[in-house]
Nanobody, 125 residues
Framework: QGQLVESGGGLVQAGGSLRLSCAAS????????LGWFRQAPGKEREFVAA????????YYADSVKGRFTISRDNAKNTVYLQMNSLKPEDTAVYYC??????????????????WGQGTQVTVSS
């Protein structure tokens, strides 16, 4: 079935930027919602941002609003998370997920049927 592969994580200083990518394959995700979640050590996985593939509606957690931007490239079947003004508290493994999209709650993990392997983001102070 569907596969999602994240990339773009790394080490960055506070105030810096990173762009994460989530490449989708194996299934048509055009009717899905693609979301980013993150999980820090000892913390629960939390919602970061989401986008409806069709229409491009976006959703953001309050903690990242104004700093992060989610987008998609139809030709590349890829969703991006542009992260600016990074803070040490943004340090986490970032996961890309895909949900069916119709009537789903974008901010909860249970809405997403497919997940990538995660990519580590570390923000130093």
């Amino acid at each position: 079935q569907g596969q999602l592969v994240e990339s773009g994580g790394g080490l960055v200083q506070a105030g810096g930027s990173l762009r994460l990518s989530c490449a989708a394959s194996g299934r048509t995700f055009s009717t899905y919602v693609l979301g980013w979640f993150r999980q820090a050590p000892g913390k629960e996985r939390e919602f970061v941002a989401a986008i409806r593939w069709s229409g491009g509606n976006t959703y953001y957690a309050d903690s990242v609003k104004g700093r992060f931007t989610i987008s998609r490239d139809n030709a590349k079947n890829t969703v991006y998370l542009q992260m600016n003004s990074l803070k040490p508290e943004d340090t986490a493994v970032y996961y890309c997920g895909a949900g069916v999209g119709w009537g789903m709650v974008v901010g909860i993990m249970g809405s997403y049927a497919y997940w990538g392997q995660g990519t580590q983001v570390t923000v130093s102070s």
